[in-house]
């Protein structure tokens, strides 16, 4: 399918649908509706991408037979798709692909998708391992869990939303991998946190240890996103805390499953939800500093 028959719908308009949207908008797809349960979001978004407004997610769903969801976690991914509520995207569920992008549970995933099929409309899992500028330029990568047609279907869509775009398998699998992911991602940042916030109480020049962290074993991709923010106190949103620690809830309950034992993971998922207790939900993960620096935690 090429772009002109695409008409897209976007149900969840927080930082990351937003910026997929405005993207999806300037490569010349058409957002035919935007929906967010925030209708003060809905209505400037609208406005501003010339689109429908929608009052609900099934009047998102009716002008579209492509519809990205962004949602925050299980309960809302299932409000939005619920059977019994005739508002919900499952009122026009039948002909329509559902591109759903937030990080849950691999078998809500696979539940989503049964309903959706038995309504006669395909679903495909889109898991985005990056943040919002990279929404907003095009570049995310994305993991895609589903049927490998619809997979086939969305790709030229996908690649104007994603630099590298990996079919990873059946519905779930994707939401295996992303869980993973974010889990590995929350223990570099709480290590990292702790390792600068030991540097603090020495005394050391944290710009130098650092530096030298970079340049060593230490070194990772979150000392280049998160290193600095630790050190300056800035914790302006790109991840949340809150999604620090639901995601690693995620795959604790996949390691319990299994049978599997992961301290590490535990003791990263204690970490953010501590952070979360104290109020510090909305900042960005790199705020788990707040709890290992000396003096912090205000």
């Given at each position: 399918m090429d772009k002109k028959g695409f008409q897209i719908g976007m149900v969840g308009l927080g930082r990351m649908g937003a910026?997929?949207?405005?993207?999806?908008?300037?490569?010349?797809?058409t957002l035919s509706a935007v929906y967010d349960i925030d209708s003060k979001k809905s209505k400037a978004l609208a406005g501003e991408l010339c689109c429908t407004c929608a009052a609900t997610p099934a009047e998102a769903a009716e002008s579209s037979n492509t519809v990205f969801t962004v949602t925050s976690d299980d309960a809302s991914m299932r409000v939005i798709f619920s059977s019994s509520d005739p508002k919900s995207l499952m009122a026009f569920a039948k002909d329509r692909l559902f591109i759903n992008c937030a990080t849950l549970t691999p078998a809500v995933h696979v539940e989503i998708e049964d309903l959706v099929r038995a309504k006669g409309g395909e679903c495909l899992e889109a898991c985005m391992a990056s943040s919002i500028p990279q929404a907003r330029e095009g570049t995310l990568y994305l993991m895609c869990g589903g049927k490998r047609e619809n997979f086939d279907c969305a790709a030229p869509l996908?690649?104007?939303?994603?630099?590298?775009?990996?079919?990873?398998?059946?519905?779930?699998e994707a939401a295996k991998v992303k869980a993973l992911v974010n889990m590995v991602m929350n223990m570099n940042t709480a290590a990292l946190a702790e390792g600068l916030g030991l540097?603090?109480?020495?005394?050391?020049?944290?710009?130098?240890?650092?530096?030298?962290?970079?340049?060593?074993?230490?070194?990772s991709r979150v000392l280049e996103t998160d290193g600095v923010d630790m050190q300056d106190r800035e914790h302006?949103?790109?991840f949340s805390a809150e999604h620090a620690a639901k995601d690693s809830g995620i795959a604790l309950q996949l390691a319990e499953d299994q049978g599997l034992d992961l301290p590490l993971a535990k003791a990263t998922t204690a970490q953010y939800r501590r952070l979360v207790e104290f109020g510090k939900s909305?900042?960005?993960?790199?705020?788990i500093a707040e709890l290992t620096f000396p003096g912090r935690r205000s």
């Open positions: 910026n997929m949207a405005r993207r999806l908008k300037d490569e010349g797809y996908l690649q104007s939303l994603g630099k590298t775009i990996r079919y990873i398998g059946g519905a779930g540097g603090a109480a020495l005394g050391l020049d944290l710009t130098l240890l650092r530096e030298i962290f970079s340049q060593t074993g230490a070194a302006d949103c790109y909305a900042l960005d993960k790199s705020a």
